[in-house]
């Protein structure tokens, strides 16, 4: 079992930034992937970003690209979603996910944390 724990949301104005952190703990496994996905109100889940653990490579939706960078820090076992200029479109709830390389789907969520960018 993974355990996923959120935290860093907020209610930020438009143009504004906020970290997310995302601390996993557990049996996590040497080769993982961790991911951002976000739903807003009415909408489906949709990706975010995500890193694979210990080698880096990180890959972004289009929505995200250029304004998030997501990062890892290993010996905390925490992935971090920065965002800068932020738009109102980004107001969701925010998930981090936990899936080792084989797997097809992510299989730990955590509860989310709510994200609110005001005009």
């Known amino acids: 079992q993974v355990q996923l724990r959120e935290s860093g949301g907020g209610l930020v104005q438009a143009g504004g930034s906020l970290r997310l952190s995302c601390a996993a703990s557990?049996?996590?496994?040497?080769?993982?992937?961790m991911g951002w996905f976000r739903q807003a109100p009415g909408k489906e889940r949709e990706f975010v970003a995500a890193?694979?653990?210990?080698?880096?490579?990180?890959y972004y939706a289009d929505s995200a690209k250029g304004r998030f960078t997501i990062s890892g820090d290993n010996a905390k076992n925490t992935v971090y979603l920065q965002m800068n200029s932020l738009k109102p479109e980004d107001t969701a709830v925010y998930y981090c996910?936990?899936?080792?390389?084989?797997?097809?789907?992510?299989?730990?969520w955590g509860q989310g944390t709510q994200v609110t960018v005001s005009e």
């Open positions: 557990g049996r996590t496994f040497s080769n993982y992937v």
């Open positions: 890193i694979t653990w210990g080698r880096g490579n990180p």
């Open positions: 996910a936990y899936r080792t390389i084989v797997d097809l789907e992510y299989r730990y």
